[in-house]
């Protein structure tokens, strides 16, 4: 359930979950409890945000940010500079926010944040927004995040993975191996060169392998299901 702070007038984000005082007491707007601890979001529009610097109000809520186990900054509107690198959203002549903000003091201002473990991310609009939180919450509740950590699917640009494409991407993936050598070892040996040297229990016993997938292994890198198996 998404707690949704009082301060919030938006109808697309009241209607994200339930109004309650609490986030505004760990510093966010918008407030959850995910698979790994508290998620809170501060939603600043850009020009809240470096407003905000100004008057020591983002000093106070980041004060209270350590309570809660990931923060995110979600920066709701566009950045847009002129030719000389200063922010024009604010109007009159970049100076809507009470002061110039140059394009390097503002990427500093995020890459701090990032630095100091907030996550930032951006919106467009208020459904922008909406539609980032309900993201954000559904993410936070899952056991396993391996999007980042996994490679590109095969199917779609190598091949299958009993072909040249498949050998020569599995290669490729080693330190100092291009793809042109990988392509070498390839036809050199005509199969992916590796070996297995686990047992087919061992491989059984990990999570998530059965038999079909292990065989498909072993095809892969140019073995018969039987091979090396008692």
């Known amino acids: 359930m998404i707690l949704v702070s009082p301060a919030e007038r938006a109808p697309a984000l009241l209607a994200l979950g339930t109004v309650s005082p609490l986030p505004e007491k760990f510093g966010v707007d918008f ?5 790994q601890g508290k998620w809170g979001v501060q939603r600043k529009e850009v020009k809240d945000l470096l407003a905000s610097v100004g008057d020591g109000r983002l000093a106070r809520e980041r004060g209270m940010w350590p309570k809660l186990d990931h923060v995110v900054l979600l ?3 566009r950045l847009r500079y002129d030719a000389a690198g200063v922010l024009m959203t604010g109007g009159r002549g970049g100076r809507g926010y009470g002061r110039v903000w140059r394009h390097e003091e503002v990427q500093g201002l995020l890459v701090g944040f990032a630095k100091a473990g907030v996550t930032v991310i951006g919106a467009e609009d208020v459904a922008g927004t909406a539609r980032a939180i309900v993201a954000l919450e559904k993410w936070s509740r899952k056991e396993r995040h391996g999007g980042v950590a996994g ?42 060169p590796w070996a297995w040297t686990v047992t087919r229990e061992d491989l059984l016993a990990v999570e998530g392998l059965g038999k079909k997938k292990v065989d498909t292994i072993y095809a892969a890198i140019g073995r018969k299901a039987d091979d090396g198996w008692d």
């Open 151 to 192: 490679r590109e699917p095969l199917a779609s640009v190598w091949g299958k993975p009993t072909n040249r494409e498949f050998a020569v991407y599995m290669l490729s993936g080693l330190p100092g191996v291009g793809v042109e050598l990988a392509g070498r070892i390839v036809d050199k040996f005509g199969v992916l």
């Open 31 to 35: 407030m959850w409890m995910g698979k």
């Open 75 to 77: 920066v709701e509107g």
